[in-house]
């Protein structure tokens, strides 16, 4: 895909998420304070916070794909995961405020006082619901065209939010059936699903910046790919790293040791580019030849 395909995608991926979630948090909030719901609140803090999320996703994701220059001669990529990072830890603020806020009133007790949520608050969860996972589905999809580590951490964060309104509804429909307390419950049960979400952002951005390898599965395929090339007798090493979204690969195969080297360096570029072409994301292989 080229440079300008790639930037128009990541352009719609924001207005929508931005677009979208602005809509649906206003919308949240109105529900919360007439429909007098604290677990719908919660839900708009969250959907607030998919906001952020989405803007420092597109921030990354552009300056991510600048080339390489003389102060960064093996490119951008890893500013990606930076803004993975910052969208793990805005997961984790904002499902730790919701949490506590459901906490503090389920502990003060008198949940009587509490009051029954409006019909609104119920029918902002189940709107929330639809369209949260059709935003998850929607950003997973391009995500994954990009192989964008920053979108893909948005679109978790969109079926995060789906999954805090299920919770929500379910609160809410408990409250009007005459449980008070199960409002504040399902802030709580909203707090759970932010974070297991953030934990899952958080393990995956840091993998990728302290050059954690590949999946065996690719590895295998790499291997059996430069293998596969005439006049490789075989492979000593390899070995990968993953670069924000893109992979380094280093190796070394064994080839006659009296062949030319002229010979032997065309063997070793011809398996390079196979590399290259057959893994779109490989950003650069090294191969080292060894004499059988």
Same mark, same amino acid.
């Given at each position: 895909?080229?440079?300008?395909?790639?930037?128009?995608?990541?352009?719609?991926?924001?207005?929508?998420?931005?677009?979208?979630?602005?809509?649906?948090?206003?919308?949240?909030?109105?529900?919360?304070?007439?429909?007098?719901?604290?677990?719908?609140?919660?839900? =708009?803090?969250?959907?607030?916070?998919?906001?952020?999320?989405?803007?420092?996703?597109?921030?990354?994701?552009?300056?991510?794909?600048?080339?390489?220059?003389?102060? +960064?001669?093996?490119? +951008?990529?890893?500013?990606?995961?930076?803004?993975?990072?910052?969208?793990?830890?805005?997961?984790?603020?904002?499902?730790?405020?919701?949490?506590?806020?459901?906490?503090?009133?389920?502990?003060?007790?008198?949940?009587?006082?509490?009051?029954?949520?409006?019909?609104?608050?119920?029918?902002?969860?189940?709107?929330?619901?639809?369209?949260?996972?059709?935003?998850?589905?929607?950003?997973?999809?391009?995500?994954?065209?990009?192989?964008?580590?920053?979108?893909?951490?948005?679109?978790?964060?969109?079926?995060?939010? =789906?999954?805090?309104?299920?919770?929500?509804?379910?609160?809410?429909?408990?409250?009007?059936?005459?449980?008070?307390?199960?409002?504040?419950?399902?802030?709580?049960?909203?707090?759970?699903?932010?974070?297991?979400?953030?934990?899952?952002?958080?393990?995956?951005?840091?993998?990728?910046?302290?050059?954690?390898?590949?999946?065996?599965?690719?590895?295998?395929?790499?291997?059996?790919?430069?293998?596969?090339?005439?006049?490789?007798?075989?492979?000593?090493?390899?070995?990968?790293?993953?670069?924000?979204?893109?992979?380094?690969?280093?190796?070394?195969?064994?080839?006659?040791?009296?062949?030319?080297?002229?010979?032997?360096?065309?063997?070793?570029?011809?398996?390079?580019?196979?590399?290259?072409?057959?893994?779109?994301?490989?950003? +650069?292989?090294?191969?080292?030849?060894?004499?059988?």
């Amino acid at each position: 895909m080229d440079s300008q395909n790639e930037q128009k995608i990541v352009k719609n991926l924001s207005v929508v998420g931005i677009g979208g979630n602005i809509i649906l948090t206003t919308f949240k909030f109105f529900a919360g304070i007439v429909g007098n719901s604290t677990a719908m609140l919660s839900d =708009a803090v969250h959907s607030l916070s998919d906001v952020v999320a989405t803007l420092i996703a597109y921030i990354g994701v552009r300056m991510s794909m600048r080339a390489e220059d003389k102060t +960064h001669p093996y490119g +951008h990529e890893r500013l990606e995961c930076v803004a993975s990072l910052m969208l793990g830890v805005i997961l984790v603020v904002t499902g730790f405020a919701i949490g506590w806020t459901g906490i503090e009133k389920i502990l003060a007790g008198n949940h009587e006082s509490i009051g029954v949520p409006g019909m609104i608050a119920l029918i902002a969860a189940v709107v929330s619901i639809v369209v949260k996972e059709a935003m998850y589905w929607y950003t997973r999809h391009y995500a994954k065209i990009l192989n964008s580590s920053a979108f893909m951490a948005d679109a978790w964060h969109h079926r995060s939010d =789906a999954l805090s309104s299920v919770g929500a509804l379910l609160g809410i429909g408990a409250a009007m059936m005459g449980f008070p307390v199960a409002d504040p419950i399902a802030s709580v049960i909203i707090c759970l699903f932010i974070m297991k979400v953030a934990y899952d952002v958080l393990k995956d951005a840091l993998d990728k910046m302290v050059d954690t390898p590949c999946s065996e599965e690719t590895e295998q395929l790499i291997a059996e790919t430069i293998t596969s090339q005439e006049g490789v007798i075989h492979l000593d090493r390899l070995q990968t790293r993953q670069f924000g979204n893109r992979i380094y690969v280093d190796a070394e195969i064994a080839v006659d040791g009296d062949m030319p080297l002229r010979e032997a360096h065309t063997i070793a570029h011809q398996a390079h580019d196979k590399v290259e072409k057959k893994f779109p994301n490989v950003k +650069h292989i090294m191969i080292h030849v060894n004499p059988a």
